[in-house]
Each structure stands twice: as C-alpha cells, then as structure tokens.
C-alpha cells in the first residue's frame, strides 16, 4: 500500500483535530476546570495524549492492512488492537506528566489510577478511531470503483484499437494482395491462407468482449496472425513460441499479445538482411513476449498507448506489474500468468 503525503495531510489534521477536541473534554472533566483556567499541564497532557494516539493508531492502520485483504478482518483486528494502545499510550503520557506525585514510582502510580479512566479512554479512542477507520474504508472502495471504471474505460478503448487495426485498409490490401498471388502460385496454401484470415476476424470479434481468455486460445490467436504475416514476409520473419506456454493453465488478458505482435512489426525492419524473430516464453509466472531490437529506418512515431492500455488493463486482474524493458539488442514485455479462476 502506497501512503502519499498529500493524502495524509487532510487526515492527520481532521484526525487531530476532532482528537484534540474530545481529549480537551474529558480533561476538563477529570481535572474540574474550564477552557479559560486549564492547568498547563493538562493541556500538555492533551496534546500528547491526541497526536501521539494519532500517529500509533495510523501505523497500525497501516500494518494491518499491509497483512490482511480483507476488509472486514482488517476492522475486527483494529477494534481488537486499538483499546490496549490506547490504554497503554494513555498509562505512559500520564506517568511522564503526573507522575511527580508519586516520584516516578511507576507500581505505586498504576495502584492510584483509576480503571475508569481508561476503560473511558478506550472506550472513546474506539468510537472516533473506528469511525475515521471506517470513513477511510469507504474512500478507499470508492477509489477502487473509480479505478474499475477507468479500466473498463481502457478495455473499450483496447478493443476499439485493435478492431481498427484488425480493419486497417492497408492490413486488408496487404492481405488481399498476398491472397491474390497464392491463387495463381499455390492453390492449397491460398486455401489455408483464406481460412486462417477468416479465423483470425472471427476470434478478435469473439474475444473482444471476454475479460480474460486461456493462453491457449490467445496462443492460437496469435499462430494465425503470426501465420499471415510469415506468408508476406517469408524468412524475414520468424517466431519462436515455447511448447510450456500452451499447457500451462493460467488465463491472459485477450488482445494483449496481438498488440504487442502488431507493435513488433509495426515499429521493426524485417528484411531478409536484417530478419526480425519474436519469441513468447514464460518465466518466473510471467509470459514474455521479445524480440530483437533493430528500428526501422522510416521512424515511425511511437506514443506508448498500447503498452498503456494493455498495463492498465493487467491492473485490475494482477497485483504483478507489467513489466516493459529494452535495451541495446532486445525489446522485452512480461505480462503476468494470471491463475484460472475455474482451476480447482
């Protein structure tokens, strides 16, 4: 869990305020004196008592949340937790502050304290502490429902991307043009070829509205399409797909591997000087998708939106991050192995 400072601010202030208020009440009430003539060492003891109950509890927000999914174990542990922290912050500022009357002996300070004090104290820390924790509970399942809609934001907009490319006139042309010469060259391989074009269309149309997909389904996707590209660009091509990944029985997001396959093409020289080869293996519970780096001369403009997207989308379905490197030689994209949720 990632704590921003500029988060915090609005609530340590509130925090800090609404505490100092109940604690300057029940000080008042325990030491029998007004706002006007509160002793200094009451109002010491209040300032203490607030900020330091503050600062423990907002820690121990943070451990448990950091150590249990759950929302609502997350709230019964903090219940149980916060009365003994409150109880023993308390029994120390007050030793610090008033412990003068029996010369810091701390045995015989405990044995004149009153249980109704902190039984009071914990009683209260648990009111207001539960009640800040369970505001704090409901904004954070608002930012997620936000964070759900911005990702249902980016699937359409993923679908729509790889739809127009699928469309592109000039994927078609391509297309049709190879077609054209297979017919008059090689009859059985312009057969296959049709066909593969026509499964390809239908399985993007089919997987556009699935959430997520087996790997094999995806990896059969991206055969026929790799299948098309290696008919128009013969040796300058070539792909290595690891025998592991079909077995495997984790799922992926749909599309993703497409755009990653489109982007290798799209933005690399494949000649039969320079062959392109892309390679999908998985390692370390991710699926790397690489391949070797060499740009094409015509620059074509990159400006990162579908690696955006498909990071996005991995965000709602993996607490793993895709990851995105290159260096001199190679261009790599892991993408998460996420567990099939129908796998027993």
């Known amino acids: 869990m990632r704590i921003t400072i500029a988060k915090s601010i609005p609530d340590l202030f509130f925090s800090l305020l609404f505490g100092l208020v109940i604690m300057l009440v029940?000080?008042?009430?325990?030491?029998?004196?007004?706002?006007?003539?509160?002793?200094?060492?009451?109002?010491?003891?209040?300032?203490l008592l607030s900020a330091s109950l503050y600062i423990l509890n907002h820690r121990v927000a943070i451990w448990?949340?950091?150590?249990?999914?759950?929302?609502?174990?997350?709230?019964?542990?903090?219940?149980?937790?916060?009365?003994?922290?409150?109880?023993?912050?308390?029994?120390?500022?007050?030793?610090?502050?008033?412990?003068?009357?029996t010369q810091y002996n701390p045995i015989l300070f405990f044995q004149l304290e009153s249980s109704g004090t902190y039984i009071?104290?914990?009683?209260?820390?648990?009111?207001?502490?539960?009640?800040?924790?369970?505001?704090n509970a409901?904004?954070?399942m608002k930012d997620e429902q936000i964070e759900k809609e911005k990702a249902k934001s980016s699937l359409s907009e993923a679908k729509f991307i790889n739809l127009k490319n699928q469309i592109d006139p000039h994927f078609l042309f391509n297309s049709l043009n190879v077609l054209s010469g297979l017919i008059e060259e090689d009859t059985v391989k312009a057969s296959r070829y049709t066909s593969s074009l026509s499964s390809l269309y239908r399985n993007v149309l089919t997987q556009k509205d699935k959430e997520l997909v087996p790997i094999a389904e995806e990896l059969q996707l991206c055969k026929e399409y790799?299948?098309?590209?290696?008919?128009?660009?013969?040796?300058?091509?070539?792909?290595?797909?690891s025998a592991d990944l079909?077995?495997?029985?984790?799922?992926?997001?749909?599309?993703?591997?497409?755009?990653?396959?489109?982007?290798?093409?799209?933005?690399?020289?494949?000649s039969d000087l320079?062959?392109?080869?892309?390679?999908?293996?998985?390692?370390?519970?991710?699926?790397?998708?690489?391949?070797?780096?060499?740009?094409?001369?015509?620059?074509v403009e990159s400006n990162n939106t579908?690696?955006?997207?498909?990071?996005?989308?991995?965000?709602?379905?993996?607490?793993?991050?895709?990851?995105?490197?290159?260096?001199?030689?190679?261009?790599?994209?892991?993408?998460?192995?996420?567990?099939?949720?129908?796998?027993?």
């Open 26 to 47: 029940i000080s008042m009430i325990e030491c029998g004196c007004s706002l006007i003539n509160i002793p200094v060492q009451w109002l010491l003891f209040t300032l």
């Open 64 to 101: 448990i949340q950091h150590y249990f999914e759950n929302r609502f174990h997350r709230f019964l542990v903090y219940l149980l937790i916060n009365p003994a922290l409150t109880a023993i912050t308390l029994f120390i500022i007050r030793y610090l502050i008033f412990g003068t009357k």
């Open 120 to 135: 009071f104290g914990a009683i209260v820390s648990i009111v207001t502490g539960g009640s800040f924790y369970a505001i």
């Open 138 to 140: 409901i904004k954070a």
């Open 226 to 241: 790799l299948y098309l590209l290696q008919i128009r660009f013969e040796d300058a091509l070539n792909y290595i797909i």
């Open 246 to 270: 079909e077995q495997k029985q984790s799922v992926v997001v749909p599309l993703c591997l497409q755009l990653l396959l489109e982007n290798a093409i799209k933005h690399n020289e494949a």
């Open 274 to 299: 320079h062959p392109l080869l892309i390679r999908m293996y998985s390692k370390d519970g991710y699926l790397i998708v690489e391949n070797n780096l060499q740009p094409r001369k015509s620059f």
């Open 306 to 344: 579908g690696l955006a997207i498909i990071t996005e989308r991995y965000k709602s379905y993996s607490k793993l991050p895709v990851i995105v490197e290159s260096d001199e030689y190679i261009f790599h994209v892991a993408l998460p192995l996420i567990l099939n949720p129908q796998t027993p």
